[in-house]
């Protein structure tokens, strides 16, 4: 999530004011930006961007260039195709057919078919339509702090940005159990209490004659605030949706294509199998790109029903763009270096937090991992601190966010071309700015994190 510039964030560089003006004057002031002062990125390589005075930084944040800004594979499969053809999706061409099938094979069997479009809001759009008119029915579940689209049918179950439409009355929150810190006898009974709250969202639809088309979840419970939730858990939702005749949907846009290393989609780490798999933001490294992979029955069901189709989704130029992103984490074995380099942010993480008092738990697996912060006075959540040490290391040098209901965690998500020096910078530039900034809230209630 990200926190406008207002005009009382006075920019004393006279082109970044210019800048400010131009952009409130074209898109609105209400357009969202990252940082106090917002960075002009004019360019990037690898994990390093450069803004308009000429300073690099390292990217420690952005999952959309996935494996690596401006990827010379990546940019020359677009050239060329752009250079070939470039149009619509109603002909057949076979580097679009060659995309599916390598896209495809990522998946375990049953999760067979693909249906392109531009971005994960369109891909769960989709997927919350074919859901619906599978089951007949309209309920949808959603964690108590999530997000997932844009479109009018997901701003009704959005929880954790402001949305003008009012909360759908077709629709439950759930609040995801963290197990952060319980020991096992804890961490069950709060597996229970979860499940019985699942049961009841369940039951309550079912009251209100809704009944339950879907559940809607990001397997990394990314925007909560990288959550640990007990095992079992994400399995015992999925077995009581389907019970009740609804369908699992994963959204991928932030978890999948190998984030974790350990597995290529975040699903794979709960050992659940879903029915529809949302992909969006890291799968064209920067081209827009996103698609819904389902059952082949599904698709089928759903088609029969519908003329759909997406005038630019799936076309030969995007297909290009994520075939060569498959290509290039296969080349560069990147899945095998989140592997290797987790264990290493892991245990910097730690030594940062044993530094300071108000860090209270390093949170998240493979190469999206973060640190959690509290006032070490009231044992509440920092966002304040959180906040004035990702202003720091912006600073420093290095770009990362916050995420979590009270923006107290730190959301480091870097491309996964990232190279084990360039995480012991990153370590190096926190340690500093955590043992320089200290702890103690500094962001009035209610603001919104960065």
Do not use: C
């Amino acid at each position: 999530m990200s926190a406008s510039t207002t005009p009382a964030a006075v920019q004393s560089d006279p082109r970044t004011r210019d800048l400010l003006q131009r952009r409130h004057r074209t898109l609105g002031r209400h357009s969202p930006l990252f940082y106090s002062e917002p960075l002009e990125l004019v360019r990037g390589r690898g994990v390093r961007v450069e803004d308009s005075a000429g300073r690099s930084y390292l990217d420690a944040y952005n999952n959309v260039p996935h494996v690596g800004h401006a990827h010379p594979e990546v940019a020359r499969a677009v050239h060329e195709q752009m250079q070939r053809l470039a149009l619509h999706t109603r002909y057949l061409n076979e580097n679009v057919l060659d995309y599916a099938e390598q896209l495809l094979a990522t998946f375990e069997p049953g999760l067979d078919r693909v249906a392109f479009s531009n971005s994960g809001s369109e891909a769960n759009e989709l997927a919350l339509r074919v859901a619906r008119q599978h089951t007949g029915a309209r309920g949808v579940l959603v964690s108590d702090w999530s997000y997932h689209g844009t479109t009018s049918a997901l701003a009704e179950v959005t929880t954790a940005l402001a949305a003008g439409e009012p909360f759908a009355d077709h629709a439950r929150r759930l609040r995801v159990p963290d197990a952060t810190g319980l020991d096992a006898a804890a961490t069950a009974e709060l597996l229970a209490a979860a499940l019985r709250e699942v049961d009841q969202a369940v039951e309550s639809l079912d009251r209100a004659g809704h009944g339950v088309a879907l559940v809607l979840i990001d397997p990394l419970f990314t925007t909560e605030g990288l959550v640990r939730v007990p095992d079992g858990y994400v399995d015992g939702l999925a077995r009581r949706v389907r019970a009740a005749g609804g369908l699992v949907v994963s959204d991928e846009v932030q978890a999948g294509f190998g984030r974790t290393g350990t597995s290529m989609w975040g699903y794979q780490e709960h050992g659940i199998v879903p029915d529809l798999v949302t992909l969006g933001k890291p799968m064209g490294n920067g081209h827009p790109l996103g698609g819904t992979v389902l059952r082949a029955d599904l698709l089928e069901e759903f088609g029969a029903r519908n003329e759909y189709f997406n005038t630019f989704g799936g076309n030969p130029v995007s297909a290009a763009a994520g075939r060569a992103v498959l290509e290039v984490m296969r080349a560069e074995r990147l899945r095998e270096r989140a592997v290797a380099l987790a264990p290493v942010l892991s245990a910097g993480l730690h030594d940062v937090a044993a530094t300071s008092p108000g860090i209270v738990a390093v949170r998240g697996q493979g190469l999206f991992q973060g640190l959690e912060f509290v006032d070490p006075a009231t044992g509440g959540p920092d966002g304040g601190a959180a906040r004035a040490v990702v202003e720091g290391v912006r600073r420093a040098g290095v770009l990362i966010s916050r995420i979590g209901r009270h923006g107290n965690v730190l959301k480091i998500r870097p491309p996964l071309a990232i190279e084990e020096a360039d995480v012991r910078t990153l370590l190096d530039r926190l340690a500093d700015v955590v043992a320089e900034v200290g702890t103690g809230s500094r962001e009035p209630a209610g603001q919104r994190p960065s």
